[in-house]
């Protein structure tokens, strides 16, 4: 069983919903990452969602597109990604860590190389949104050889062949995005967030995480009501933002104020199930 795997189990047994926060590697400055991460952790994380730097990140909204662009200003790469999940693992070896990304950097790195650089230094699954589960067989063998998940998303509109593929090729979990369109989009309904997992569980054995719109404490216990996880994003992001020019230190504050709205919003709906 997988670190992620384990963590969910624990999690369900426990009667209890995941909080997967994300960040993209980078943002605001390559030092930051680490101490970043660690405070996710320490405000209530069960696992991290990092992102990879890239160009072109299509399924990004606004808010982590600029992310994007500051982590690339920095000239963050996917060596250096890797790296600061090294450094990461020297303090904590317990809290899962997904890549999210696009396939360009991997490709160019070599499927097999890139699988073991992450295995090597602590990576316990990958996202690779441009990477349909159909058109990934090589891919997909070099990450399971290294005992990596393999994390993909579906949305209300995967037709259910797709829904099967993701079934066989997919592990840990599954990124369920909540609404047509890209990251931090506006307006989720919870009754068809609900009715439309009903529909993916019945071909999809893996636990549901849920992303895209969860943009405060009201949104986030709803969703812990009906998923296995709860996946923020742009409403971190967007405090790195607002806050980059105050420094470090209000960035911490406000993510670790953010972070704390999100678990206890989670526990609060946990403890009512």
């Known amino acids: 069983m997988s670190r992620i795997q384990q963590t969910l189990a624990d999690l369900k047994a426990a009667g209890k919903t995941a909080l997967i926060p994300y960040i993209t590697a980078g943002d605001p400055t390559p030092k930051a990452t680490v101490d970043l991460m660690h405070l996710l952790v320490e405000k209530g994380a069960d696992m991290i969602e990092l992102g990879v730097p890239f160009s072109d990140p299509m399924a990004d909204g606004p808010v982590i597109q600029k992310a994007v662009e500051r982590a690339l200003a920095h000239n963050v790469s996917l060596d250096d990604v890797l790296e600061y999940v090294r450094v990461f693992r020297e303090k904590d070896t317990q809290t899962p860590i997904i890549l999210m990304g696009y396939l360009n950097p991997i490709e160019a790195e070599g499927y097999e190389e890139f699988a073991n650089a992450a295995s090597s230094v602590g990576v316990d699954a990958v ?40 079934n066989e090729k997919g592990s840990g979990f599954v990124y369920y995005v909540s609404l047509k369109g890209v990251t931090g989009s506006k307006e989720l309904d919870v009754a068809d967030v609900a009715k439309q997992l009903a529909r993916l569980k019945s071909t999809i054995n893996l636990p549901m995480g849920i992303g895209f719109g969860i943009r405060n404490g009201e949104t986030a216990y709803e969703m812990a009501k009906i998923g296995d996880a709860v996946i923020v994003g742009s409403a971190l992001v967007s405090l790195i933002e607002a806050n980059e020019a105050k420094g470090l230190y209000d960035i911490h504050l406000a993510i670790g104020e953010k972070m704390t709205e999100f678990r206890s919003a989670i526990d609060r709906a946990d403890a009512q199930v």
């Open 127 to 166: 996202l690779t949104v441009d990477m349909p589960p159909e058109e990934s067989s090589g891919y997909l063998q070099s990450l399971q050889a290294k005992d990596l998940d393999r994390v993909f998303l579906v949305s209300p509109t995967t037709p259910d062949s797709r829904l099967q593929a993701v």
